[in-house]
T-cell receptor
Framework: AQKITQTQPGMFVQEKEAVTLDCTYD???????LFWYKQPSSGEMIFLIY??????QNATEGRYSLNFQKARKSANLVISASQLGDSAMYFC??????????????FGAGTRLFVKA | NAGVTQTPKFQVLKTGQSMTLQCAQD?????MYWYRQDPGMGLRLIYY???????DKGEVPNGYNVSRLNKREFSLRLESAAPSQTSVYFC?????????????FGQGTRLTVV
């Protein structure tokens, strides 16, 4: 069954340091996408980064990178050089392919990140 | 660019009342989704529509119905609202065809059932 797990309810990081947010997943579909979203206190959902199941290299987008370990079914988000504006909820999500019923996308419970000055 | 538009943004219902949350996207996306987010928690999938003409149950479908009216619009109906349905509701859409496209979200509807 499709499942996303984020085990860190809250994380603290010092400004300008790097932080890793954990995400593990489970699926039987060979074709899937992994996504990270940011939700600031204002409530909107902001797409950050994507990793495809067949991608050989880890995805990067500016200060965001995704540490994809397929055999371990993990897709951790790394934020480098943290900024105060990075304080927010972060959600890991997975979208399966057509074989498992049509591109269903589910989310983890989220990790709240606090960046300290 | 409008993206995904949800109406209303806020709503207060009495227990037992019904209402429909509207969602429309202008990105020609095939897939659309309804999620609920309870305070301090993640998004749970209520229903989704992989393409026009199809709908499927998600993780928490009880108490809800949906209609994919056309490619643009996907509505969520609460037939008899309950306090447990107090939540923030998000509509989202994404391109279809593969698993490899991100979802675009509306601004959310904050629903309170008293």
């Amino acid at each position: 069954a499709q499942k996303i797990t984020q085990t860190q309810p809250g994380m603290f990081v010092q400004e300008k340091e790097a932080v890793t947010l954990d995400c593990t997943y489970d699926t039987s579909d060979p074709s899937y996408g992994l996504f990270w979203y940011k939700q600031p206190s204002s409530g909107e959902m902001i797409f950050l980064i994507y990793q495809g199941s067949y991608d050989q290299q880890n995805a990067t987008e500016g200060r965001y990178s995704l540490n994809f370990q397929k055999a371990r079914k993990s897709a951790n988000l790394v934020i480098s050089a943290s900024q105060l504006g990075d304080s927010a909820m972060y959600f890991c999500a997975m979208r399966e392919g057509v074989d498992t019923g049509g591109f269903k996308t589910i989310f983890g419970a989220g990790t709240r990140l606090f960046v300290k000055a | 660019n409008a993206g995904v538009t949800q109406t209303p943004k806020f709503q207060v219902l009495k227990t037992g009342q019904s209402m429909t949350l509207q969602c429309a996207q202008d990105m020609n996306h095939n897939s659309m989704y309804w999620y609920r987010q309870d305070p301090g928690m993640g998004l749970r999938l209520i229903y989704y529509s992989a393409s026009e003409g199809t709908t499927d149950k998600g993780e928490v479908p009880n108490g809800y119905n949906v209609s994919r009216l056309n490619k643009r619009e996907f509505s969520l109906r609460l037939e008899s609202a309950a306090p447990s349905q107090t939540s923030v509701y998000f509509c989202a859409s994404s391109r279809g065809g593969t698993a490899h496209y991100e979802a675009f979200f509306g601004q959310g509807t904050r629903l309170t059932v008293v």
